[in-house]
């Protein structure tokens, strides 16, 4: 992750890429990479932009179960985690921790678009391509171990600091690291294309994603999204991704449910100032007024949740009862944000029962237990 700090000129595309992580990483067992990824979300978890968000959080794990329940990564563990920032970008750690942003999310026009980057970063993971960075240059791993933790919090809102500290600390193997994770990206690339067949997801969202950030590159030029910086991106390996997705035939995969309305709820909070959720207030309003509109309930949801940020309870009420008429079954994300409505209006006796009742029905949903505990 911390590697992937400039564009290189492009070479011909292999045929056959190499599978970098079949020859294990002698300096870092898959042991000692769990260690040194614990101990680096230690560090993250005390920053503010790691949200405890329990059911977002909980989404993503959901997420990256499906997605990890593959044989290429049996044997690992992972833990999927949100960061409230809005670039696009997504990160892996040593031992499975996988960061996604908020503006990831948000950005994300499909479920497998999102699931695409997911994939992307279970790649890293299960071809242990930290550990086979640091096998190159035996003299040097304790430097590079340093300068990944540093890399890592930077990384979050700032990949170009990141793609700094590796790059200072590299010394003179820069130029070989760089071509390593070159390579790495693309059989990443590979891997998470092959996860998304797999997995039931449209390998198609993979090449769509990345094609829009390439826009967004041309777009904003040196203010390019953050996930463009931290992954370099060739119009080479585009092309190789368009071509191993032709081999799939397409099939349309619907959003799951929960997709749909925790995008809503980050999009209601995306700017929680004033100014911020008056504008974003308005938006969902503009979108529930279009009666043609295919996702009017997390429209409604994300209408309700930005009506309980700005503390307008009886609003927040209404726009509640209207995602519950249009939902086919309840959902737990409606059920815990009734209770919090009736939390924030002071009827903690209320909304206790709501979180309690819901519970009983949405065995394990993480931010349900949450609220019943607050």
Same mark, same amino acid.
Request: charged share 20%; glycine share 6%.
């Given at each position: 992750? %911390?590697?992937?700090?400039?564009?290189?000129?492009?070479?011909?595309?292999?045929?056959?890429?190499?599978?970098?992580?079949?020859?294990?990483?002698?300096?870092?067992?898959? %042991?000692?990479?769990?260690?040194?990824?614990?101990?680096?979300?230690?560090?993250? @978890?005390?920053?503010?932009?790691? +949200?405890?968000?329990?059911?977002?959080?909980?989404?993503?794990?959901?997420?990256?179960?499906?997605?990890?329940?593959?044989?290429?990564?049996?044997?690992?563990?992972?833990?999927?985690?949100?960061?409230?920032?809005?670039?696009?970008?997504?990160?892996?750690?040593?031992?499975?921790?996988?960061?996604?942003?908020?503006?990831?999310?948000?950005?994300?026009? +499909? *479920?497998?678009?999102?699931?695409?980057?997911?994939?992307?970063? #279970?790649?890293?993971?299960?071809?242990?391509?930290?550990?086979?960075?640091?096998?190159?240059?035996?003299?040097?791993?304790?430097?590079?171990?340093?300068?990944?933790?540093?890399?890592?919090?930077?990384? =979050?809102?700032?990949?170009?600091? %990141?793609?700094?500290?590796?790059?200072?600390?590299?010394?003179?193997?820069?130029?070989?690291?760089?071509?390593?994770?070159?390579?790495?990206?693309?059989?990443?690339?590979?891997?998470?294309? *092959?996860?998304?067949?797999?997995?039931?997801?449209?390998?198609? !969202?993979?090449?769509? $994603?990345?094609?829009?950030?390439?826009?967004?590159?041309?777009?904003?030029?040196?203010?390019?999204?953050?996930?463009?910086?931290?992954?370099?991106?060739?119009?080479?390996?585009?092309?190789?991704?368009?071509?191993?997705?032709?081999?799939?035939?397409?099939?349309?995969?619907?959003?799951?449910?929960?997709?749909?309305?925790?995008?809503? =709820?980050?999009?209601?909070?995306?700017?929680?100032?004033?100014?911020?959720?008056?504008?974003?207030?308005?938006? $969902?309003?503009?979108?529930?007024?279009? =009666?043609?509109?295919?996702?009017?309930?997390?429209?409604?949801?994300?209408?309700?949740?930005?009506?309980?940020?700005? @503390?307008?309870?009886?609003?927040?009420?209404?726009?509640?009862?209207?995602?519950?008429?249009?939902?086919?079954?309840?959902?737990?994300?409606?059920?815990?944000? !009734? %209770?919090?409505?009736?939390?924030?209006?002071?009827?903690?006796?209320?909304?206790?029962?709501?979180?309690?009742?819901?519970?009983?029905?949405? #065995?394990?949903?993480?931010?349900?237990?949450?609220?019943?505990?607050?």
């Amino acid at each position: 992750m %911390a590697l992937a700090s400039a564009p290189l000129p492009s070479r011909p595309q292999a045929d056959n890429l190499p599978r970098l992580g079949e020859a294990g990483g002698d300096e870092l067992s898959p %042991a000692a990479e769990r260690r040194l990824g614990d101990q680096i979300m230690r560090d993250l @978890r005390r920053d503010a932009s790691v +949200s405890d968000d329990a059911e977002i959080n909980g989404y993503l794990n959901r997420l990256g179960a499906q997605l990890t329940a593959t044989q290429a990564a049996a044997g690992y563990v992972f833990d999927f985690f949100l960061v409230i920032d809005t670039t696009l970008n997504a990160f892996a750690l040593p031992g499975g921790h996988i960061g996604v942003h908020s503006g990831l999310i948000t950005a994300s026009q +499909s *479920e497998s678009e999102l699931a695409s980057v997911l994939s992307h970063e #279970i790649g890293h993971v299960t071809q242990r391509h930290i550990a086979r960075m640091l096998s190159q240059g035996r003299q040097t791993s304790m430097v590079a171990l340093a300068a990944m933790v540093l890399a890592a919090l930077a990384a =979050k809102s700032n990949p170009g600091a %990141a793609a700094g500290i590796a790059t200072m600390a590299s010394g003179a193997q820069q130029q070989q690291m760089l071509s390593f994770s070159r390579d790495a990206e693309r059989e990443a690339d590979r891997v998470g294309i *092959e996860t998304l067949r797999a997995t039931g997801f449209e390998p198609a !969202g993979m090449v769509a $994603f990345f094609q829009r950030l390439q826009q967004s590159t041309r777009i904003y030029e040196n203010n390019a999204p953050g996930y463009m910086r931290s992954h370099p991106l060739t119009a080479e390996r585009v092309a190789d991704m368009q071509s191993r997705v032709q081999e799939t035939r397409y099939r349309q995969r619907p959003d799951s449910i929960d997709f749909r309305l925790l995008r809503a =709820k980050l999009r209601a909070l995306a700017t929680p100032t004033v100014d911020g959720l008056l504008s974003v207030r308005q938006q $969902f309003e503009r979108q529930v007024r279009d =009666k043609a509109t295919n996702d009017d309930h997390a429209a409604w949801i994300g209408l309700a949740t930005v009506l309980l940020a700005q @503390r307008d309870l009886a609003a927040a009420e209404k726009a509640l009862a209207e995602t519950r008429r249009r939902l086919s079954a309840p959902h737990a994300a409606v059920e815990r944000l !009734g %209770a919090e409505i009736r939390l924030r209006a002071g009827d903690p006796a209320a909304a206790l029962a709501l979180a309690e009742a819901a519970s009983a029905k949405f #065995i394990g949903a993480r931010g349900l237990l949450h609220l019943r505990a607050e």
